[in-house]
């Protein structure tokens, strides 16, 4: 049997990001403000092709629009 995350065509990272909002959201209000400012980040990344480096993209972004074109691919579910 397939793990769940990997059956629905989500990287286990993406997964793993998805259930931390989940939980962060479930807290009370002083414990989720905390929670929410750990969960912040300001990563970057760039992709590689034959040695160049590409531009660079922050993460968090990249994930949003990820996870718009993933859920208008799946019809709004």
Not at 6 to 31: E, F
Not at 33 to 54: C, H, I, S, T, Y
Request: glycine share 8%; aromatic share 8%.
């Amino acid at each position: 049997m397939s793990a769940a995350w990997k059956a629905s065509g989500i990287t286990y990272n993406r997964y793993l990001a998805i259930a931390a909002r989940v939980v962060r959201r479930s807290l009370k209000d002083d414990k989720r403000l905390a929670a929410e400012k750990r969960g912040e980040m300001d990563l970057r990344f760039a992709r590689w092709d034959n040695g160049k480096q590409g531009e660079n993209k922050n993460l968090a972004e990249a994930n949003e629009k990820a996870f718009a074109e993933h859920a208008k691919a799946d019809g709004g579910a």
